[in-house]
Each structure stands twice: as C-alpha cells, then as structure tokens.
C-alpha cells in the first residue's frame, strides 16, 4: 500500500487548470485571426525584449548567474527530501504551521478549511501561479467564499470574465482602451470619465481595491522562493499589492510548490539578480518583501504554508524533463518565443503557457492528456537563450515528442524516406521525380492527402530544376 | 500514511539512485566593490524617486528641535511580542544609531523642503529632531491602518541600499518600524546614511538578517500591467523620497 503511494502520480484531472478544451493547432487557429490580439502581443513581447536585454547588457556577469542558478536549482531538487524537511523546521520554529498538499484538490480544500476557521467570507489574493493550476479561486467560490485578486492584471482579467495569457503579464492580450473599457463596465464606482491614459488607470485600481486591503483578513499568496535554511519566504512584485496582503490581513496562507526551495540564504543573491531582468526588464523589481514565519506585532499573526505536489513528483521523476522544475517563472521564454508571440497564452489551455509550458504541462499532466504542446514549437531555441537558468527547453520538447504519439502518416512517410534515402538508386529516381511537382505549380502547394496534415502549417521548399547530381554530371 | 509522507516518498521515489549534485559555480561578482554613490542616485532617479543629498558642510544648527506637537507614546518598540523588534543584536558591527553621521538640521532643511506641513507617521526609534516645524510626528505604537493611512508620509530610516539596482532595504529596525507605516502613506520619505550603501545584490544579502521582515524598495510603487510599460503609482506610496546623508 505504502509503495503505491508513494510513487510519483500525475496532476489529477477535473480539478485546477492544467488542461485546455481544445488541443493546440485548433486554439491557435482561433487566435491567430485575432489581428488585435496579435498587435497586442507584438508590441508587448517586442517591449519587454528590448528592456530586458538593455538591463541584462548592464551585467558583466550574467552568464555566471545563469551558471550558479542553473547549479543552484540541480542541486536543490537533488536534496528536496532535505531541503523541504528543514524548510519546515524553520518555519514552523519561527511560528507558522506548514501543511503538505499531495495534490490540487488537497490544496483546495487545506486552504477552504483554513480560511472558514478563520471565520471569513473573502480573502484578498497576491497573483500567484500555483493557486491558478489548482483552480483554487473555483473553490473558494463553492464554498461561498470571494477570492479577490488584486494583481492589476489579475484584476483586469476577473473583471473582464477572461482568462490569463501570460505568467507575468496576464492581461497582455489587453490594451489600455480595451483596459478602460472593462474597468468602465465592471469596476464598481469607477469614475465614468475614465481615460485610456495607463497612470489614470492604475489610479483607479487604486481606489477601488484600497477599502479591501484595509477590511480583508484573510490573504492567500504564492511565493517566489522559500529560503530551506532559514524558513524564509519571498515574494517578488511591483504594484504594493504583494505588501497590501502580506502586511495587513490577521492570517496569511502562502500555497507554493515543492520545487521553489533554494537551498541557504545567501543562494539568494543568485536569484535576486536574475528575476528581476529577465520577466520585467527591471534591474530590481519596485518590492520585494521577505518573511519568516510570525513576527510578533508586525504583519499577519497567523501564518500557513502549503507545500504542493500536483504531478511535480512526476516530473521529478524523468531524468532529462526534471529540468522544468528549475523554471522560476520568469516568462523570459514567452517573450521571445515568435510562437507565442502570434498565438498568445490562451492557446496553450494551461495556466503555464510558452515554451515552457510547453514542457511543464505535459509532464505535470501525463503527456497523453496535453499531447499537442510538445509541438507547440519550432525548435529555434530562443528560449533556451533566454532562460535565466540555463532550461534546455529545447531538448525536453524533443524528449516529450518521443513519448506523444506521432501521426501516423507521419511515421509511415519517415519510414519511407529512411527506406529511401538508404537506397541511392531509388533516391535519384525521388530527387527527379520530385522535380515534376514543378509542373503542379511555381510553389508547392502542400502534399496531396493523407499527407496534407504535415504541410498545412509548413512551407515546402520548391524543388529545384535541376538536381545536383544532374548538374554535377552535365556540368 | 500523512500527504508529507507520501510526498517525501514519492521525491525519493522519482530521484532514484540519486540525481547528480553539481558543484555551485560562485564566479559571479560578490563583492565587496566600491561604492559610488552617484551611480546609487542616478539608479534611484531612473526609477521615479526623488533624492536629496546632504553634504558634510551643512551647518548643524547647534538646537535639536522635536518635531511640532509629537504625539503617541514616545520611542516604544517591539509592540507586545515574544521578539521585540528592538533587538539590535544582529546589527552589524558599526550600525548602531541611526542618528550617527547624520546631521539632524540637514535632515530637517531637506524634509521641510518635502512637505512644508502635515502628519507624518514615524517608526519608534526614529530621531524626532529630523522633523521640522509644522510637521507634525505620529509616533507609530500600534497605530490604527485607517490612522496610518490618513497621515499625509511616512518617515523611516533604512537598513541597507544597493547601488546597482536603485534599491533600499528596510529591516523593520526601530528606526524604520512595522511593514505597514512605509506602506499605506502616499508618501515615503526614507533617510539612509552612506554607509549602509553597498555596490551589488551579494553584499546587501550578506548584511542583513533574513529572520527579520525584509522590504527591498526601488522606486515608488508601479506597474508594467498596460502594455508592458512601466507606470508609477499603483498601490504602495506613489512618491519616494530619498534623503542621502554622508560621502
């Protein structure tokens, strides 16, 4: 019994949001002809590029910290047994009590509890990843209880009854007249003559949720990074709503997953540095605050931590997708990656969108149940570049596409051009007869059927006149 | 069998015989390096504070003056807790007073030049003679949030600042008290002496103790929500003032 257990399981399903309605071609047709959105997205993947490089630029030593982070987070769920084991030592000595979520619906329901202990009928959220992939919001709301996300994108998303399509930037398939638009037809009170002017708009998120800050007892974050050696906890932000929902409420429950650990202290420095540059393009985020457990007189008096699993084991468990885990959310690979940068984030059905959930989502769900993500990609290997620390997304992409089921027309024409390229008579009859198709049009217009499912979404090269071996032999 | 048990057991399950455990490569920059304190104000007004730089040769004006009508219960840390926030223990050798190498006339000319009148919260151990007349000091003791939100600033000390980054960090030290003072006023004026300025990330994690709320400022409160550009003011104080005291 114990053996079963214990082995490593899949994010369950019917719980959290993990899995899409659709598989990825199909999602991406539907955005794709969204010109706005692609104009949105343009212009802020192609924003944030640019000032991440610029801040990036500013380092001497920034492959030195992709180096040490990339070691750093080996290292880190090479001893997670460990490292979680004194991670709640620490806190539970410094005053706040630690539970153990083996999946989404555990979560779920340690958080509910919580907060009807507490007495409460809304809590106010900090934006965090991981109460997103186990649809917690859902399950607050079942039980009577208002989340309340106060995240501006966050809370432009709630608004506006959407989804989030971007880990950093939620809301980045939005501009700011469409941002006015749901502010002017959701935000309660919201003064009717509202600009498109962005200050006018942060202001107005300003008032609207300064009453809640001031009236909520119950927050719910996530966490950047959890400290094993101290117990200390991280939360990195911009707007002050991060400190709002730290600060102010009695009780605060923090839901984070088992990979965020970093091993001591001083491996801080480490990730301090890249966060920061690589997801906004800022050489420090406007706040980050830090804490360790209960600080008597100072911030929320009772503190819970909820360590998640949800399929992590699981990942864990493959030698070369293991990597995933290292990822610290910076979303550096959504934006350069030219896939995401057309389809958006809604595309990839998962809360974990881009090249990276691309490879997290699958392995968190069992490839069978995300099978069309590991293609989600063309293999150019930006976001290999681009990844703080060092996530050979690439080759995990690969490495997933292994176990998916391929096509089989696919699989069959593959067999036939190994067959063929093995023989070189047969393959000098291809290159020739290939040369025909010429006649069908200037420019290929896709392989007739079966094979059309391969060419619908590539380009075919036009065959040239001559072969080379023609040429070689007339020249 | 406890989720903890079945979770610790699934980790060894799926790490097998043991993942490799590389070697951390430390040749990144970590200090120390020099500290240029001008890079430090360029980085601060890049990102929206306002900085105020006191120079050695400001006359002191020889008369320590309290702040106009200080109310509250005078200097009082640590608000009932079994780890009062007074505890200076940890400090650093050479970081005692937040009243050491700052003259008190200079602070005073520069908040006056901030805020002619008005409320301002100030944490517990924080020098009163920093105030000039007409601002009136509210000495946090507990003070209510809806309190702590009508007062027109806050004034704190700080316990670290990094140059490469813009960046101050408050320690919750009696002299820059409970998280929420620095949070709810829109303003935030906040005195840093020259020597808790260090070059990079490294050093400023090195000199402070994480077992103490920890608040890392730079800049004002913003956002990158709209479109991806940065806009100033959202939540937290929409202006930071930061008056620089010592070369």
Same mark, same amino acid.
């Not at chain 1, 186990?134 to 309340?148: R, S």
């Not at chain 2, 509250?72 to 050479?94: I, K, N, T, W, Y």
């Given at each position: 019994?114990?053996?079963? =257990? ?43 590029? *640019?000032?991440? *490089? ?18 750093? %987070? ?21 005053? *706040? ?49 208002? @989340? ?45 003559? =509202? ?21 909520? %007892? ?33 009780? =605060? ?103 990276? *959930? ?46 998916? @089921? ?28 290939? %040369? ?10 896709? =392989? @007739?059927? @079966? ?13 040239? %006149? ?10 | ?247």
């Amino acid at each position: 019994m114990s053996t079963f =257990l214990g082995m490593p399981v899949h994010a369950p399903r019917g719980v959290g949001h993990l899995r899409g309605d659709e598989s990825f071609p199909d999602a991406a047709r539907t955005a794709l002809g969204d010109s706005q959105l692609r104009r949105n997205l343009q212009h802020a993947t192609t924003t944030i590029r *640019g000032k991440s *490089g610029r801040v990036i630029a500013e380092l001497p030593d920034w492959q030195e910290l992709r180096s040490a982070g990339s070691a750093l %987070k080996s290292y880190t769920m090479a001893h997670l047994p460990e490292l979680l084991e004194q991670l709640e030592e620490k806190v539970t000595a410094a005053g *706040g009590v630690v539970h153990w979520a083996a999946d989404a619906n555990e979560a779920d329901r340690i958080v509910t509890d919580l907060v009807r202990a507490a007495g409460e009928q809304r809590v106010i959220k900090v934006k965090s990843m991981a109460t997103q992939e186990i649809g917690l919001n859902e399950a607050l709301e079942a039980a009577g209880i208002t @989340p309340v996300e106060t995240d501006l994108a966050e809370l432009i998303v709630q608004l506006g009854n959407d989804k989030p399509s971007h880990i950093l930037v939620p809301a980045i398939h939005r501009n700011r007249s469409e941002i006015r638009e749901i502010f002017l037809r959701a935000m309660p009170g919201v003064d009717p003559k =509202l600009t498109d002017d962005p200050p006018v708009l942060a202001g107005a998120a300003r008032r609207y949720l300064r009453e809640t800050f001031l009236s909520t %007892k119950v927050a719910v974050s996530g966490a950047n990074f959890a400290i094993a050696d101290t117990g200390t906890l991280a939360v990195v932000e911009s707007e002050g709503n991060g400190r709002m929902c730290l600060t102010l409420p009695e009780t =605060l429950i923090t839901v984070m997953g088992i990979e965020k650990l970093v091993p001591t202290w001083q491996d801080l420095e480490v990730f301090l540095q890249l966060l920061p540059r690589a997801s906004t393009g800022e050489r420090m985020n406007p706040y980050t605050s830090m804490w360790t457990g209960v600080t008597p007189g100072d911030g929320p008096q009772n503190f819970h931590l909820v360590l998640l699993d949800n399929g992590r084991t699981a990942v864990l468990a493959d030698e070369v997708g293991r990597q995933a885990l290292h990822c610290i959310r910076c979303s550096a690979c959504l934006n350069v990656c030219p896939v995401y940068e057309r389809t958006g984030g809604h595309a990839y059905g998962s809360v974990y969108p881009g090249p990276i *959930g691309a490879i997290l989502s699958p392995q968190l769900t069992g490839v069978a149940d995300n099978a069309s993500l590991p293609y989600a990609s063309s293999l150019c290997g930006a976001c290999f570049d681009a990844c703080p620390v060092k996530i050979d997304i690439p080759s995990i992409l690969v490495h997933l596409r292994n176990q998916a @089921p391929h096509p089989r027309t696919e699989a069959a024409v593959m067999a036939a051009a190994a067959y063929t390229m093995d023989h070189p008579r047969l393959y000098r009859s291809a290159q020739r007869a290939a %040369k025909l198709s010429r006649i069908a049009g200037r420019r290929g217009r896709g =392989l @007739p059927p @079966p094979l059309n499912g391969w060419s619908a979404s590539r380009d075919l090269p036009a065959p040239p %006149k001559e072969t080379f071996r023609d040429w070689w032999r007339n020249r | 069998m406890s989720s903890k048990d079945v979770i610790l057991d699934r980790i060894r399950a799926a790490l097998g015989a043991g993942a490799e455990t590389p070697e951390i490569p430390r040749d990144y920059r970590r200090g120390p390096a020099q500290v240029d304190l001008d890079l430090l104000v360029e980085r601060l007004v890049d990102y929206k504070a306002v900085v105020h730089r006191l120079t050695a040769e400001k006359p002191d004006t020889g008369e320590p003056v309290a702040g106009g009508g200080v109310e509250g219960s005078g200097p009082q840390a640590g608000v009932g807790g079994a780890r009062p926030l007074d505890d200076l223990d940890h400090l650093a050798e050479g970081r005692a007073n937040a009243q050491v190498g700052v003259e008190a006339a200079a602070v005073r000319a520069a908040i006056a030049g901030i805020l002619g009148a008005g409320t301002v919260v100030v944490p517990p151990g924080l020098p009163l003679e920093w105030l000039p007349d007409g601002v009136h000091g509210l000495v946090d003791d507990g003070l209510s949030a809806e309190r702590i939100a009508a007062a027109d600033g806050v004034v704190t000390a700080a316990a670290v600042a990094v140059v490469e980054t813009g960046t101050i960090v408050l320690d919750a030290s009696p002299d820059q008290g409970r998280r929420i003072i620095s949070l709810l006023p829109d303003l935030h004026i906040c005195v840093l002496r020259a020597d808790q300025v260090v070059a990079s990330v490294p050093e400023a994690v090195a000199r402070l103790d994480p077992t103490r709320p920890l608040t890392w400022i730079s800049g004002p409160s913003a956002t990158s929500d709209i479109e991806l550009n940065r806009v100033e003011g959202v939540h937290g104080p929409r202006n930071l003032h930061v008056i620089l005291a010592g070369q």
